[in-house]
């Protein structure tokens, strides 16, 4: 089974350019995560997605950080422009599926694999 | 606000050590809580915990979760230097968007 994919692999920009990271998920698995990596700490969700919905978005700095899923399948995570804060991994989740309560998506379900991440330097 | 803590924070051991790592967690509606191994950038899935008293093993690694006082731990017997990576802890946290809560990881560096 191939695993979560991300590119580029490393990336170096200067400060107010622009950069994006795409990420194409394991097939069949209905929800995808971006997660911010800073050196010396865990990884902090961005956004999630449960197909091509935004589930949770509450810690994007939508200032400057957009992401899509037109097709529910894989995404693209924006940032425009880049500050020097935003040196980090940016890590590509994806897990199986959702479960509903009455009808209604109540989370998603299932371990999360990650992608190889992207290394973002802003200079 | 959920909470993950990890400790040590960092650990450098010789090769056929014994390591104990450690992780104690503040989450409303627990309901699990996952070992991660990450080497370059990936992290890696180890185990997911969601009962007390029941040991999960992959070989020389093995975690354990204690629900009434919040932690868990993770021993890696006969280290090698390839167990060397920062592990992570993280728990779901509360409401419908799983979200994962992380530790900031404990650096294990094993030395020939």
């Known amino acids: 089974e191939a695993g979560v994919a991300q590119s580029p692999r490393y990336k170096i920009i200067e400060k107010r350019q622009s950069v994006a990271f795409w990420c194409n998920p394991i097939s069949g698995h209905a929800t995808l995560y971006w997660y911010q990596q800073i050196l010396g700490q865990g990884p902090k969700l961005l956004i999630q997605?449960?197909?091509?919905?935004?589930?949770?978005d509450s810690q994007l700095p939508k200032d400057r950080f957009s992401a899509e899923r037109l097709k529910g399948v894989d995404s693209t995570l924006k940032i425009q422009p880049a500050k020097l804060e935003d040196s980090a991994v940016y890590l590509c989740a994806s897990s199986l599926d959702g479960f509903y309560v009455r009808g209604v998506l109540a989370g998603a379900r299932g371990t999360q694999y990650f992608g190889p991440g992207t290394r973002l330097t802003v200079l | 606000e959920d909470k993950v803590v990890q400790s040590p924070l960092s650990l450098v051991v010789h090769e056929g050590d014994t390591v104990t790592l450690n992780c104690s967690y503040e989450?409303?509606?627990?309901?699990?809580l996952l070992w991660y191994k990450q080497e370059k950038k990936a992290p890696t899935f180890l185990f997911m915990l969601?009962?007390?008293?029941i040991e999960k093993k992959s070989g020389r690694l093995s975690s354990i979760l204690d629900k009434k006082e919040l932690f868990s731990i993770l021993n890696i017997t006969a280290t090698q230097t390839g167990d060397s990576a920062v592990y992570l802890c993280?728990?779901?946290?509360?409401?419908?968007?799983?979200?994962?809560?992380f530790g900031k990881g404990t650096k294990l560096t094993v030395n020939p």
């Open positions: 997605f449960q197909n091509n919905g935004v589930v949770d």
């Open positions: 969601t009962s007390s008293g």
């Open positions: 989450v409303t509606n627990f309901r699990s």
């Open positions: 993280a728990v779901p946290t509360q409401g419908g968007s799983e979200k994962l809560v």
